[in-house]
């Protein structure tokens, strides 16, 4: 009875945690770039219903602990990105694109093993870039408000020391009590806490596609699909990424009218489906991604009370639970960027363009950080032999970085 009860209970506990880990950076991300709360509680409940499907799809197919999830990097992205000309049509738009680019490559293995080709440095600079104003948001709260976002702060510190996986849920069901002390019932007045899908007819223009679009493309596929493939492999699985790559972007693009932005694998907490703790025998793990999707596509009914508490909540107190929730995201973009010295200079540019927040003609600087980057890195291959710095070659480190022949996409069924 015990090995039948093991896999549910992990998998209720990958859902309730993947969704009050980062429930609030997918609403400020929402609301970022043009939503109304409505849209935004319409695509927080588009997301959870889609990864839920997703995730008990794939599992139930293949009998692999396939976790899905939205991109809590993607919103994060929108948040540093900002409303796009045109607005909320625009921004759906853009949500639309990116999935199809998810099929895209799913249907086209080199496009898929192009992205992975990015450099990692690159790649974790940009994330970096974009998860960094978000994750300075509990120093700035602690500053504006620190009688409410002190014991936040500190619940987060006990319970990550001691519980690390309940640490980000921790802190945010001690800022739901500071809301509750600090929120007159007047504030309530007027709003819906129940979540209803408002669909919103998409539009388009140049600027959106290169510097929305584009850009959470490949930060959904670089900091989501890629790592959750990764630590499937981790765990001995062969998992097909083509086919999950096809079944996350068609649940984008369903999603993506009303309001979802990305639905992607689950790779901050794939492990907690897919490792031991879900289950001793690893061809009965499936079970709990199973289970996790059919919670967390439940849980999305609470997605009208989930936006009422970050309406009625002050921004920068929501902000620093959305900070906590990616700090350990963060710490793994800084050390991705970082590690190799002959490319961290490239690194440390796209890095700075990217956490800059800089527009030009329209677009953003997560895609600005990117072409910095790669820039770069392609000025320090181009130099002469001996020239680089260090006295190595720069040739050489530019083939090590890229995908080696153990690369989960390489490693993961078709």
Known sequence: MAGRVQPLLAGAVTAVVGFASSFTVVLAGLRAVGASDAQAASGLLALCVASGLVAAWLGWRYRIPMSAAWSTPGAALLVATGPPPGGWPVAVGAFLVSGLLI???????????????????????????????????????????????GPVVVGWLLLHRFARRWAVPGALVVAVAA???????????????????????????A?????????????????????????LVGYGYRPPFGAALRTTGLASLLAAPAGGHAVNLAAITAALAAGPDAHPDPERRWIASVTAGAGLAVLGLGAGVATTLVAVAPPILIEAVAGLALLGALA???????????????????????????????????????????????????RPRGHSSGGRSATPTARRTRPSATDPIRSAGT
């Open 332 to 382: 793994t973009a800084l050390a991705s960027a970082v590690t190799e010295p002959t490319t961290r200079e490239a690194a440390v540019v796209t890095f700075v363009v990217t956490a800059s927040g800089v527009t030009l003609i329209g677009v953003g600087g997560a895609f600005w950080g990117l072409v910095a980057g790669c820039l770069m890195l392609l000025l320090f291959r181009c």
């Open 103 to 149: 099929v895209a490559a799913g249907l086209f293995p080199p496009l898929g093993r192009a992205v992975a080709a990015i450099p990692r440095p690159v790649a974790g600079a940009m994330l970096a870039g974009v998860l960094l104003p978000l994750c300075t948001a509990p120093v700035r709260a602690l500053v504006e408000l620190p009688v409410v976002a």
């Open 207 to 231: 600027s959106a596609l290169v510097g929305l679009a584009l850009p959470l493309f490949l930060v959904t596929m670089a900091a989501q699909n890629v790592p959750g493939m990764a630590v």
């Open 179 to 205: 809301i509750a002390l600090t929120t007159p019932p007047a504030g309530l007045t007027g709003t819906s806490l129940v979540p209803s899908v408002t669909l919103t007819a998409p539009a388009w223009n």
